[in-house]
């Protein structure tokens, strides 16, 4: 059985240009829209708040789009390499990844939700009328779990940077390298 604390080897291959474009822009994509989210309500009703939340939607489209095609490409294209662990912490690994992507679809689907449930418009040019507008405590729940799951993504992904960190400053294996 292997230890759980063995690293496999030291990893010197790379994923594929695409993969790493794809793993750095969904990271920035979910960044920035923390950070918009967290300061929507920072400007008075009006114009303002429409442009900041259509930044936001804006940014959770692209979200969709670049967690789309990175799905695709992993199913189909991407470069796939041996886990960096063996054992339980290489099962913890995976299972994070997995999470992750759980984590993002779910987040993803509460944004379309939360739009539509609110009824929103992207920058006064589209939309989208509310789902039921007099409806305050359906708005206010979907509003939550939204802000909830973001920030759960927010841990969990930190996480995940501190385990490559791990990597790269103690194990000095090259798992950091793989996807720079």
Partial sequence: MD?????????????????????????????SLWGV??????????????????????????LIV???VRIAWRAGGGRRLEP????????????VHYLLYALLI??????VANV???GDSLFNLVTVPAFDPGNRALGAAVGNLHGTVA???????????????????????GVLRRML
């Fill in 3 to 31: 230890d759980v604390t063995t690293p496999r080897a030291t990893v010197s291959i790379a994923y594929d240009r695409k993969t790493i474009i794809l793993h750095w822009l969904t990271a920035a994509l979910v960044v």
């Fill in 37 to 62: 989210a967290q300061v929507i309500d920072l400007f008075p009703s009006g114009p303002l708040r429409v442009d900041a939340r259509s930044v936001h939607i804006a940014l959770g489209i692209g």
């Fill in 66 to 68: 670049t967690l789309v």
């Fill in 84 to 95: 960096a662990e063996t054992g339980l912490l290489g099962a913890a690994g995976t299972a």
């Fill in 106 to 111: 779910a987040e993803l689907c509460l944004g």
């Fill in 116 to 118: 539509w449930v609110r």
């Fill in 151 to 173: 920030n759960v993504i927010l841990i969990v992904a930190g996480l995940h940077a501190l385990a490559a960190l791990f990597h790269h400053y103690i194990r000095r294996d």
